[in-house]
Nanobody, 125 residues
């Protein structure tokens, strides 16, 4: 059983940076896809980035490519999302998620069985 807990959400100005963390507990043996999703106000949950465990292959949504970086610290069992040059349209609730599979089709939320509680990111001047 995998459990996830996000942290690091905050209110920032446009152009600033933020790093989200997702503490992972439980069994990560085997192939796991660890992902970040977000849900914008009034919108659907959408995939932001993913990383395979093990292996470290990374996947990004086109709208964050070049601004966001997904990474994992295996010793701390923590997933990160480094976000740079944040924009007001990045405002939303950010979730980490895990599924026991590789990461093709990583951006379909219905394929994930494990979710964190979310952390709020607000970008506003």
């Amino acid at each position: 059983q995998i459990q996830l807990a996000e942290s690091g959400g905050d209110s920032v100005l446009p152009g600033e940076s933020l790093r989200l963390s997702c503490a992972v507990s439980g069994d990560l043996n085997g192939r796991v896809c660890m992902s970040w999703f977000r849900q914008l106000p009034g919108g659907e949950r959408e995939g932001v980035a993913a990383i395979t465990v093990p292996g470290g292959s990374m996947y990004y949504a086109e709208f964050v490519r070049g601004r966001f970086t997904v990474s994992r610290d295996s010793t701390k069992k923590t997933l990160y999302l480094q976000m740079k040059n944040l924009k007001p349209e990045d405002t939303g609730m950010y979730y980490c998620a895990a599924k026991r599979d590789s990461c093709p089709s990583w951006d379909y939320p219905s394929r994930y069985s494990t979710w964190g509680q979310g952390t709020q990111v607000t970008v506003s001047s």
